[in-house]
């Protein structure tokens, strides 16, 4: 309760956290409901890993560090183990949508853009911030919505939402795991460690070569990775701190860009199959390379354009 | 032996190359490296638990996945596809153009309309190959190939370069909590804005490879002439 009265905290920190403790109560109702899903292959297990996810979201702040690394053990074990599974799927039915449509009509991309719209304004104000304008453009839209229809009950989104979730399942917390995988490197000390070994190839100081293997460095990771996710947090840590950014290089350009130049490797590769294989069958291509061979040039533009970029605005 | 340290990154490599469980690869590296790089299992423990909770902005996209269920329960890619259908007299690469405008603008929203099977399937195929009918051919079979190779293509590059000029986008967030870890503090809006001339280079691209690629095929499977052959 400290927290939340103590005024040295700005408005938009505590209202994130507010956020938070509902993002969680999110996934343990997903858990929860998935528990009691007879058609639920794996009850148990889906349940332990929304349930664990959602109590380090709702209250991590309040528990040590160490516990929270012991729920976060506990939630990876069951995603492992792949037994959290999607129960009962209530998709709404084409019936229902067209008729919905007809009644609301182009009107449905008020609340569509709000979430976007709030999080840029937020991020204008400070003490607010973009993630907590997320929020409550969450909340505006969801008001919007239910202004549209009066079928759209609190139920009806918690549901819907729960049956995004758990199609996404275990992956979605993806990107959280990676930037903890960065934190343990850097406190492990691997960058320097590859930071020794890069320094005995490329020339130290020397800011423009350095970008060049940076930008060129996450295209290639992402594309044996197949996820530049993975890719940035390994390069940044390894090249683009020592070898760029601590030559006074701008963070913003230089770390941000990387991202959109391992995108380009993400591009160009079979590993990332949702993105590039998978279309291929859903679309009945004969060539299994069909949607790659159409990406390669436009991503070696990109990451030319890229790399140029980077060193004009360095 | 410094080098053990890098066993972590190693794993990441070849399990991501051999597609292994990515939950499995990421904690495998982790508890790997923690223990070479002499944290020992409080550190792990204590690392992993404290960077989790200070990541937790990744999990944004939960509350936002409260209304985007909905969204479409309510009609929302009924809508795009009205929007999109509005164009008459457009070449299949035009078609496949407008598309990734209109995907790229919404990307920047965070507003997806369900990927290559919940849209470019049912909706911009048919846009496209119809595009070819209206100007009097029969869509070549090698040319609808292709076409649906460039359809997916528009899709994955508005998407990538799109939903980084999102005010919170994961991929931002995942820049930005690597940055703090290594001491450099930014914020998302700067983020975000670093890439709307990438964003809009890309879509340029884009549109014009696919139209020059859709001009250059209709004419060798069609003839110059445009005629029915």
């Known amino acids: 309760m400290a927290f939340f009265t103590d005024p040295s905290i700005t408005i938009g920190t505590k209202m994130l956290e507010v956020i938070y403790i509902f993002m969680g109560l999110m996934a343990i109702y997903t858990g929860v409901k998935n528990l009691r899903d007879k058609e639920n292959p794996s009850p148990a297990g889906t349940c332990i890993f929304w349930s664990a996810l959602g109590i380090v979201i709702a209250f991590g702040r309040w528990i040590p560090a160490a516990a929270n690394g012991v729920i976060i053990i506990i939630m990876i074990i069951p995603a492992i183990l792949q037994k959290v599974k999607i129960g009962k ?10 008729g919905n449509y007809k009644k609301i009509g182009m009107k449905i991309f008020i609340p569509a853009l709000m979430i976007g719209i709030c999080a840029i304004i937020c991020a204008l104000i400070p003490s607010i911030g973009a993630l907590t304008g997320c929020g409550l453009g969450v909340i505006l839209s969801a008001v919007i919505l239910a202004f549209y229809s009066r079928d759209n009950k609190p139920k009806v989104f918690l549901n819907d939402s729960e049956r995004l979730l758990s199609s996404v399942g275990p992956l979605s917390m993806l990107p959280m795991l990676l930037a903890s995988l960065g934190a ?15 320094g005995n190839v490329i020339p130290a100081g020397n800011v423009n070569v350095g970008i060049v293997v940076f930008a060129i460095g996450m295209m290639l990771f992402t594309m044996i990775m197949g996820n530049a996710f993975a890719a940035i947090t390994v390069m940044t840590v390894g090249i683009g701190a020592p070898f760029v950014l601590a030559y006074g290089a701008d963070p913003v350009v230089v770390g941000m860009v990387a991202l959109t130049c391992g995108y380009c490797g993400t591009l160009c590769t079979p ?23 159409n990406q390669v040039l436009p991503a070696l533009i990109m990451i030319v354009v890229q790399i140029v970029y980077m060193i004009a605005l360095k | 032996m410094e080098y053990l340290k890098l066993i972590g990154i190693l794993i990441v ?15 495998c590296a982790a508890v790997v490296t923690a223990l070479v790089g002499g944290l020992g299992v409080e550190g792990l423990l204590t690392t992993l638990g404290q960077s989790f909770v200070d990541n937790r902005s990744m999990a944004i996209f939960i509350i936002v996945m409260l209304v985007t269920g909905t969204l479409e329960r309510n009609g929302l890619k009924q809508a795009a596809a009205d929007l999109i259908g509005k164009v008459k007299g457009a070449s299949a690469g035009m078609v496949i153009g407008l598309y990734g405008v209109m995907r790229m603008i919404f990307a920047a929203f965070n507003v997806s309309f369900g990927g290559v099977a919940g849209f470019v399937r049912p909706i911009i195929m048919p846009m496209a190959t119809g595009a070819v009918e209206a100007s009097g051919k029969k869509p070549n079979e090698e040319h609808v190939e292709q076409l649906k190779g460039m359809a997916s293509g528009m899709e994955n590059i508005t998407w990538f370069f799109g939903q980084v000029l999102f005010v919170g986008g994961s991929g931002a967030l995942l820049v930005q909590s690597t940055l703090s870890s290594l001491g450099y503090e930014t914020n998302l809006l700067d983020l975000a804005t670093v890439e709307i001339p990438i964003g809009i280079i890309a879509l340029i691209v884009g549109i014009v490879y696919y139209y020059l690629k859709d001009k250059k095929l209709t004419k060798k499977y069609y003839g110059s002439e445009g005629g029915k052959k």
């Open chain 1, 271 to 293: 590993m990332a199959a949702n993105f590039n294989i998978v279309p291929v069958a859903m679309l009945d291509m004969k060539d299994r390379m069909g949607v790659i061979k």
């Open chain 2, 13 to 27: 490599i070849v399990g991501f190359a051999l597609k292994k469980d990515s939950i499995l690869i990421i904690a």
């Open chain 1, 184 to 198: 343990i490197f850097t406190a492990a000390g691997v960058g320097d460690v590859i930071a020794g070994i890069v």
């Open chain 1, 89 to 98: 799927v209530s998709a709404p039915t084409e019936k229902e949508v067209d």
